[in-house]
């Protein structure tokens, strides 16, 4: 984190993310998703850019890729000068721009590293060449510290079909054995169940983290938005765990309370939503309540006071 003295004289903490993605001319995904991300939650955004996209609610029009070296110059920009707590991967398209990315991560020894795989548009225009999937394996994912693929992601990491918990289980297992240290495989494409449930995998144990599905088709940019929030809460110095918590609920907050805009199938999230739930007062806890049935405290969550009117489900099995 960046140290510097304030106005009283007392020393303030800036946390610091570095996004490093496609951009978004919609402003739903990408690298505009995330920088809103990191600013509400009170972290200082960077970016480094990967690709320029025109895109809006109907539909992706255009994809452009930079070339790599000014990839490579834009990371290094940040790391001669300010630095970074934390860093978040998003759209990377080719395996070309992979491995440049991978080589500055460990040139610059930056090890918070959340990884996002993307590859396929809501709208399902590819956003990773089908030859770059490779690479992420082998370049990228044993650099993060988390990965945050949806199923469709997962499936393709691992070349199975996912269907059932156990299903879940075994990909989280596939995919950690990539290097990753922490897979978060995201439960939003499971249209049929009525809560949303990640499972995070440690390698030691798995952790099962439910919310209530919300009916909606406004989800543009919400993987991009729970990888960036994750990465906020890493910056601020949270452990992997709660730093996911925080974005689950950040990311519950910003569909529930979503943006209606723009003509087409999948609108935007609202992304200061979870800031707007949290200075609700006591008792008030918005539309989603208070803790809910069947809802328990795991060991280091925060507590109901704290919480932003959205309960978590957990269940923990072991190894």
Known sequence: MSMHPNRAGDIAVTPRALTIAGSDSGGGAGIQADLKTFQELDVFGMSALTAVTAQNTLGVQGVWPLPPEAVARQIDSIAEDMGTDAVKTGMLFSAEIIRTVAGKLREHRWERVVVDPVMVAKSKVPLLQEEAVEALKKELLPLALVVTPNIPE???????????LEDRKEAARRIAAFGVRHVVLK????????????????????????APRIRTSNTHGTGCTFAAAIAAG??????????????????????????????????????????????????????????????????????????????????????
């Open 154 to 164: 997962a499936e393709t990491l691992t070349g199975m079909t996912i269907r059932t």
């Open 234 to 319: 890493l910056a601020k110095g949270l452990g992997v765990e709660e730093a996911v918590r925080t974005a689950k609920r950040y990311v519950h907050c910003a569909i529930e309370h979503g943006i209606y805009i723009g003509h087409g199938g999948f609108g935007p999230t609202n992304h200061w939503a979870y800031r707007r739930r949290r200075a609700e007062p006591p008792g008030a806890g918005g539309r989603s309540g208070g803790a809910g049935p069947g809802a328990h405290r795991s060991e280091g969550a925060v507590p109901p006071a704290e919480r932003p009117g959205v309960a978590l489900r957990e269940e923990r099995w072991p190894e």
């Open 187 to 210: 439960g939003g494409h499971e249209e049929e169940s009525e809560e949303s449930v990640d499972l995070v995998y440690d390698g030691r144990s798995f952790l099962a983290l439910a």
